[in-house]
C-alpha cells in the first residue's frame, strides 16, 4: 500500500514569511499527526486529528501555527510568520484509529517529512 | 513531567557485534513502549513495541527488554548489519490514545 505523502521535500524561507505543508495519509487512516523534529531530538507532536477533529492541539504554538483536516482526509499546516527556531522536519503520521483506542497500540506511519529553513 | 530519554547519543560498533540501545523513561503511565529506527532524510520506522505487562518481548534479530522496577527499556539488536545504522528513538504512549513522547534518539555506526 501506498505510504503517507508529504510535500514538499524541503523548503527555506526568510523570518516573517508564511509556508505550508501538506500530507495526505494512508487511505482508510482515521487518526493524523503533525511532529516537529528539531535537529538532534526526537519528534514533537504537534497536533492530532482524528478525522476532521482536533484531539491534542495542546503543543501547537497557536499565534503562529495552524493546521486543518477539513475533509478527514488530508491535511495542511501552515506557518506564518515563520521564525529562526521554526527550522526542523515536520514530519506527519497516520494510523488506522486512534492510538491505543481499541486497547491496544495501533502503530503509527510516518511520511518522509518536510526539512524547513528559516533563514 | 513526562519525559523518554535515551542514555547515549551515540554508538559504534563492528559488523556481526550485537548492539545494546538504551533508554530511560520518567513516566509510569505509558502502557506500550515503541522502538523506532530513522535513517537519514526518512521518516521513523517501526521496529517493535512493548507492553507495560510485559518484560521481554522479541523479533527478528531485535528484542525490547522493559524493566518498570527502574524505568528502563533497551533495544538489542543481533548480528549488527551496515543496514543497522540510523538513530534509534523510544517513545511512549498509553491507551488513552495520547500523544506518543520521543526521547532524543541514539546514533548507531557500524562498521565493516
Known amino acids: 500500500e501506498a505510504g503517507v505523502a508529504q510535500s514538499p521535500r524541503y523548503k527555506i524561507i526568510e523570518k516573517r514569511q508564511s509556508v505550508a505543508f501538506w500530507c495526505n495519509p494512508i487511505?482508510?487512516?482515521?487518526?493524523l499527526y503533525w511532529y516537529q523534529q528539531i535537529l538532534g531530538q526526537g519528534p514533537k507532536l504537534l497536533i492530532q486529528?482524528?478525522?476532521?477533529?482536533?484531539?491534542?492541539d495542546s503543543q501547537l504554538p497557536k499565534d503562529r501555527f495552524s493546521a486543518e483536516r477539513l475533509k478527514g482526509v488530508d491535511s495542511t499546516l501552515k506557518i506564518q510568520p515563520a521564525k529562526l527556531e521554526d527550522s526542523a522536519v515536520y514530519l506527519c503520521?497516520?494510523?488506522?484509529?486512534?492510538?491505543?483506542?481499541?486497547?491496544?497500540?495501533?502503530?503509527?506511519?510516518f511520511g518522509p517529512g518536510t526539512r524547513l529553513t528559516v533563514l | 513531567g513526562e519525559s523518554v530519554g535515551l542514555h547515549l547519543p551515540t554508538l559504534s560498533v563492528q559488523e556481526g557485534d550485537n548492539s545494546i540501545i538504551n533508554c530511560a523513561y520518567s513516566?509510569?503511565?505509558?502502557?506500550?513502549f515503541i522502538w523506532y529506527k530513522q535513517e537519514s532524510g526518512k521518516g521513523p520506522q517501526f521496529i517493535i513495541d512493548?507492553?507495560?505487562?510485559?518484560d521481554k518481548r522479541q523479533g527478528q534479530r531485535v528484542t525490547v527488554l522493559l524493566n518498570k522496577t527502574v524505568k528502563h527499556l533497551s533495544l538489542q539488536i543481533a548480528a549488527t548489519q551496515p543496514g543497522d545504522s540510523a538513530v534509534y528513538f523510544c517513545?511512549?504512549?498509553?491507551?488513552?490514545?495520547?500523544?506518543?513522547?520521543f526521547g532524543k534518539g541514539t546514533t548507531l555506526s557500524v562498521s565493516s
Open positions: 513516566n509510569s503511565a505509558s502502557d506500550y
Open positions: 517513545a511512549g504512549g498509553n491507551q488513552a490514545g495520547t500523544a506518543l513522547i
Open positions: 512493548i507492553r507495560s505487562n510485559m
Open positions: 486529528f482524528q478525522n476532521n477533529g482536533v484531539v491534542d
Open positions: 503520521a497516520s494510523s488506522l484509529h486512534l492510538a491505543g483506542g481499541l486497547g491496544g497500540y495501533n502503530e503509527q506511519f
Open positions: 487511505s482508510g487512516h482515521a487518526t
